[in-house]
């Protein structure tokens, strides 16, 4: 096969405090995991329970999604107490028994902060809003009315209309990037990022692993409040937002991604490194320059040690070319960055059902995430194929889907519950009615089922996650020469003593290809690795992949 060198992404030396690069993480909602008291809601104990599931699956870590005090006007990231468990959740004891039982296991825990913006019942927000000369009147988003009485700008909520909220007792308006219960901080302020970093401090003290920071580029906002200036409409995509959302309508060069944010995350970053083996996980929610930001909170060793990309996180699936576009413009916008793959979280239709995909595509993606350069991560149920639960409208508990219904549903067909026994009342996630229905669709392939039969998709998702850490150079080698020749994708991974070839046939006719010159073996036989012939061509049919190996020096 003739490759070109199209693609060069370096390898990194990883050591025991670096075992988050090329690292698996799980997520887990935990609303959605599992119940142990019988609300119906899930909770910490929860997951505890489950922790030797997660740990059979081989992963490094589990990602936990807010479980901190919250009025729970966005489930949990609506924060009123960032050093406090929720009561539905249970106890802060609760989180050290999970913390002990997850290290005891071998498992790494991260945790979800939500440093952005708090809950309006937040008592920083309650004393800010309070008056414009307390102690923390600037600590949030401030701004009068321009003469006529309308906001300050033209920015928008990701939820719906404006960015400002009018607050009758400061006769001001307040940015909130979210909902109007979601106040945004003013990083501008020196004591609000102190008073962040004592909370990341907080839980490093207790022995978190580190962190999954939620909407890290919208920290800080323009100074100066300056308008947006409107996106042309060949620019739109809907990465972070629905189409039928306006906040796609601009390009939001003021109300984030502020150059500020750079040196308070290498703060951030100063502190985590006092502490050993722990590692931040950003997220860049930004439709346009989404790589090119990674590429500066990643850049080095001072700022963050990776972030979460949303390139495979969108409608559009994924093909040959496209995943070569994303890797050529990760190359030329940050080629030093560390991303953070994934398929399917709490914030998007989960992609068995976004990318139409039987269980032979859902076995070649597994591989392929594996496979690529960068951390992975999955999405509870992920590894059982789970599609999208249809949620009626009756049913709907989030206010995202609520206010853009029918053409955007919302989040909640991804929040379902999690799915343990196939005939037992809800799944197995709680004897009393859930929170959000049970999917009877999802039931089908629930975990009892599938421990059963070897054959099943999640014993194969187990088989390439022990694959990626069985070789070095998949979970941290660089990627070269990645080409896309129709429907397959192909490129080698290179750790200096390994070298992997991988190739995925992303389409539903057949492939051909040849192995590059050297002594090839085959790998992931057991996953469905096809074999080349004696003349090393190799036959890729619809969905299928080849992965072979060979020694160097």
């Known amino acids: 096969m003739n490759v070109q060198n199209t693609s060069h992404i370096a390898a990194a030396t990883v050591s025991k405090s670096d075992w988050w690069r090329g690292g698996v993480i799980y997520q887990v909602y935990p609303r959605s995991f599992q119940d142990s008291n019988g609300d119906g809601i899930g909770d910490l104990k929860g997951i505890t329970q489950r922790l030797g599931y997660i740990s059979s699956l081989g992963v490094d870590a589990v990602?936990?999604?807010?479980?901190?005090?919250?009025?729970?006007?966005?489930?949990?990231?609506?924060?009123?107490?960032?050093?406090?468990?929720?009561?539905?959740?249970?106890?802060?004891?609760?989180?050290?028994?999970?913390?002990?039982?997850?290290?005891?296991?071998?498992l790494r825990v991260m945790i979800d902060l939500v440093l952005s913006h708090t809950s309006d019942q937040h008592p920083w927000f309650r004393e800010s809003r309070a008056s414009r000369d307390n102690a923390k009147s600037d600590w949030y988003v401030w701004a009068d009315p321009q003469p006529d009485g309308t906001p300050p700008n033209n920015w928008l909520s990701i939820f719906g209309g404006s960015a400002w909220q009018w607050d009758t007792r400061r006769e001001q308006y307040y940015l909130h990037n979210f909902l109007t219960?979601?106040?945004?901080?003013?990083?501008?302020?020196?004591?609000?990022?102190?008073?962040?970093?004592?909370?990341?401090?907080?839980?490093?003290?207790?022995?978190?692993?580190?962190?999954?920071?939620?909407t890290i580029n919208f920290y800080f906002h323009d100074k100066q409040l300056r308008s947006n200036p409107a996106l042309?409409?060949?620019?739109?995509?809907?990465?972070?937002?629905?189409?039928?959302?306006?906040?796609?309508?601009?390009?939001?060069?003021?109300?984030?991604?502020?150059?500020?944010?750079?040196?308070?995350?290498?703060?951030?970053?100063?502190?985590?490194?006092?502490?050993?083996?722990?590692?931040?996980?950003?997220?860049?929610?930004d439709a346009q320059r989404g790589l090119e930001i990674m590429g500066e909170y990643t850049s080095g060793d001072k700022r963050m040690h990776m972030c979460y990309a949303f390139e495979f996180l969108e409608k559009r699936r994924i093909t040959a070319s496209y995943a070569k576009q994303v890797f050529d413009q990760l190359e030329s916008k940050a080629g030093d960055a560390w991303a953070c793959w994934a398929f399917s979280n709490h914030d998007v239709a989960r992609h068995a059902s976004r990318w139409g995909l039987d269980e032979a595509a859902l076995r070649l993606h597994s591989v392929l995430m594996m496979s690529l350069r960068g951390s992975a991560c999955l999405y509870q149920g992920e590894e059982l194929g789970l599609a999208e639960a249809d949620v009626p409208f009756e049913s709907l508990q989030d206010p995202y889907g609520i206010e853009f219904w029918p053409e955007f549903k919302g989040r909640d067909g991804c929040r379902t519950p999690m799915v343990w026994k196939t005939q037992d009342e809800n799944a197995g996630f709680s004897?009393?009615?859930?929170?959000?229905?049970?999917?009877?669709?999802?039931?089908?392939?629930?975990?009892?089922?599938?421990?059963?039969?070897?054959?099943?998709?999640?014993?194969?998702?187990?088989?390439?996650?022990?694959?990626?850490?069985?070789?070095?150079?998949?979970?941290?080698?660089?990627?070269?020469?990645?080409?896309?020749?129709?429907?397959?994708?192909?490129?080698?991974?290179?750790?200096?003593?390994?070298?992997?070839?991988?190739?995925?046939?992303?389409?539903?006719?057949?492939?051909?290809?040849?192995?590059?010159?050297?002594?090839?073996?085959?790998?992931?036989?057991?996953?469905?690795?096809?074999?080349?012939?004696?003349?090393?061509?190799v036959a890729l049919g619809a969905w299928q992949f080849c992965l072979a190996a060979r020694r160097k020096g």
Not at 63 to 74: G, V
Not at 84 to 89: G, K, Q, R, S
Not at 204 to 214: A, C, K, N, Q, S
């Open 431 to 537: 004897g009393a009615r859930p929170w959000l229905p049970v999917s009877a669709e999802q039931a089908a392939s629930a975990v009892d089922r599938q421990e059963a039969d070897s054959q099943a998709l999640l014993h194969h998702y187990r088989r390439a996650i022990a694959l990626r850490h069985s070789h070095p150079a998949l979970k941290s080698g660089a990627q070269l020469d990645m080409t896309a020749a129709r429907d397959v994708l192909s490129f080698l991974r290179d750790n200096g003593s390994e070298q992997i070839f991988c190739a995925f046939n992303l389409g539903t006719e057949t492939g051909q290809l040849t192995l590059p010159q050297g002594d090839w073996h085959i790998i992931g036989q057991d996953l469905g690795s096809v074999a080349a012939d004696a003349s090393g061509q």
């Open 181 to 214: 219960s979601q106040p945004d901080l003013n990083f501008h302020c020196r004591e609000v990022q102190d008073a962040l970093l004592d909370v990341a401090r907080f839980w490093l003290d207790m022995g978190v692993d580190g962190f999954r920071l939620d």
């Open 63 to 106: 990602w936990i999604s807010p479980f901190f005090k919250s009025p729970m006007k966005d489930f949990g990231y609506d924060v009123s107490d960032y050093r406090d468990v929720d009561p539905m959740f249970g106890t802060m004891e609760d989180f050290r028994e999970l913390l002990d039982q997850a290290h005891a296991l071998g």
């Open 232 to 285: 042309p409409v060949s620019e739109r995509n809907a990465s972070i937002a629905p189409m039928v959302n306006p906040y796609n309508h601009q390009d939001h060069l003021y109300s984030k991604s502020q150059p500020e944010n750079l040196a308070f995350l290498e703060r951030l970053r100063a502190l985590t490194d006092k502490y050993e083996d722990r590692a931040c996980l950003g997220e860049v929610g």
